[in-house]
């Protein structure tokens, strides 16, 4: 028998994790640093974490950059701005700014 060194519990020699307290169990084989430790696991998650939140934050300018190029570009050669543009405003780039296109008179 073994005893957990988190908890002190004892567990067979066979245990990878303890049911006192659920840590892993170090066993008796050598382990390479930068194993799935908890701050391994950790460290793991928050980088793929921060890549898919950066990721959502740069497709957007896919189409928050070519709505409001083409509206700027339109509000100053004097064209009329179309709904489905105001709306698409309203919806994808930014709700205050869509609002206040929509009740903009474009005559």
Do not use: H
């Not at 190029?69 to 004097?78: A, E, H, W, Y």
């Amino acid at each position: 028998m073994k005893f957990c060194q988190k908890c002190g519990r004892e567990i067979l020699e066979e245990t990878v994790i303890c049911p006192g307290c659920g840590c892993a169990v170090s066993s008796n084989k050598t382990q390479v640093n930068g194993g799935n430790d908890g701050l391994a696991v950790a460290s793991k998650i928050f980088l793929i974490l921060g890549c898919i939140v950066q990721g959502l934050f740069l497709l957007p300018l896919a189409w928050c950059l070519p709505i409001t190029i083409s509206i700027c570009g339109k509000m100053k050669r004097g064209e009329p701005v179309g709904v489905g543009l105001k709306i698409c405003a309203l919806l994808l780039v930014n709700t205050i700014g869509g609002i206040l296109l929509l009740c903009r008179s474009d005559n």
